[in-house]
Structures are given as structure tokens and as C-alpha cells.
């Protein structure tokens, strides 16, 4: 189990990833609106529990398992998000906001029956197809994915 802050850091390397950027102390330190210092504490951390590769002054890097969770917590904070805003019709920066903290109390249990709700609501698509927030594909998509 990870903490909030440390989920923070791994979305927000994850997302400097995405931009074509390559994460550095100083950039997260900026997007994070905190000190270098207190990122090199974290990176420390993150490093100690393998969710990034890193060291001081070198290139940080995202583990498999660290892209995994920021992945997860970001698909959780959209679906809350969604639910807020969408279903709820909250203000964009309330729904970001609460989305973040409301995401952060619930179970995997609870975010999967609310995706289910919130996807079908809106009509994207139904997750009747055994949904799970863990696993990047539902579980008769990973079988037909080994299937074929």
C-alpha cells in the first residue's frame, strides 16, 4: 500500500511520461508545486519500493508495478471525476478536486461497482464483462486476448 503523496508523484511522473518529457526533480517539484527536496525524498522512497528506477541526478523511470498503480489511480480519480460531474453535474474544478480526495476513501470493490455505474450511465459501454480496476483488461477481454 501506498500513500496519497507517494500516488501523486507516480501520476505525476506517469504524466510527464505521456507529454514526451522525461521526468526530472526539477519539473516535478514544479507540477507538483513543491520543493526539490521534498521530491528527492520521495523518489527515495518510490526507488526503495520499486515503482521507479532512479538515481540522483540520473533519469527516473517508472517500474512496471509504478506504471501499473499511477495508471490505476488515474482511471479511479476519471471515473469519480465523471461521476461528479457527469452524473452529479458538480463544477469541473469541484469534481477534480473532490474527485481526488473521494477516490482516495473508497475500496477497489466500490471504485469497480462505480465504473460499472458511471460507464453505463453514460452510455460509453457496459463493464458487465467482469471489470476490475487491478487489471488493465476485464477478464473476458484477457481471454480473448489469449484466446487468439
Known amino acids: 500500500m501506498i500513500s ?15 507529454q514526451d518529457k522525461q521526468p526530472r526533480v526539477t519539473n516535478i517539484a514544479e507540477k507538483m508545486n513543491c520543493t526539490k527536496a521534498s521530491v ?3 523518489l527515495k522512497i518510490l526507488t526503495e519500493q520499486k515503482l521507479i528506477n532512479y538515481e ?3 533519469k527516473i523511470e517508472l517500474t512496471e508495478e ?3 498503480l ?10 469519480v471525476f ?31 461497482k462505480l465504473a460499472k455505474y458511471v460507464h453505463q450511465e453514460l452510455g460509453l459501454y457496459s463493464l ?5 480496476i487491478n ?3 476485464c477478464i473476458d477481454c484477457m481471454r480473448r486476448m489469449v484466446e487468439t
Not at 496519497?4 to 505521456?18: M, V
Not at 499511477?70 to 471515473?79: G, N, P, T, W
Not at 458487465?128 to 476490475?132: A, E, R, V
Request: aromatic share 6%; glycine share 6%.
Open 4 to 18: 496519497k503523496s507517494q500516488e501523486e508523484y507516480l501520476k505525476t511522473i506517469y504524466i510527464i511520461q505521456k
Open 40 to 42: 528527492n525524498k520521495s
Open 56 to 58: 540522483p541526478y540520473g
Open 66 to 68: 509504478g506504471t501499473k
Open 70 to 79: 499511477a495508471k490505476k489511480s488515474l482511471e479511479a480519480d476519471d471515473i
Open 82 to 112: 465523471l461521476f461528479l460531474k457527469q452524473i452529479l453535474g458538480e463544477e469541473k474544478d469541484i469534481a477534480e478536486e473532490e474527485a481526488k480526495e473521494i477516490k482516495m476513501a473508497m475500496k477497489d470493490t466500490t471504485l469497480n
Open 128 to 132: 458487465d464483462c467482469g471489470y476490475d
Open 135 to 137: 487489471n488493465e483488461h
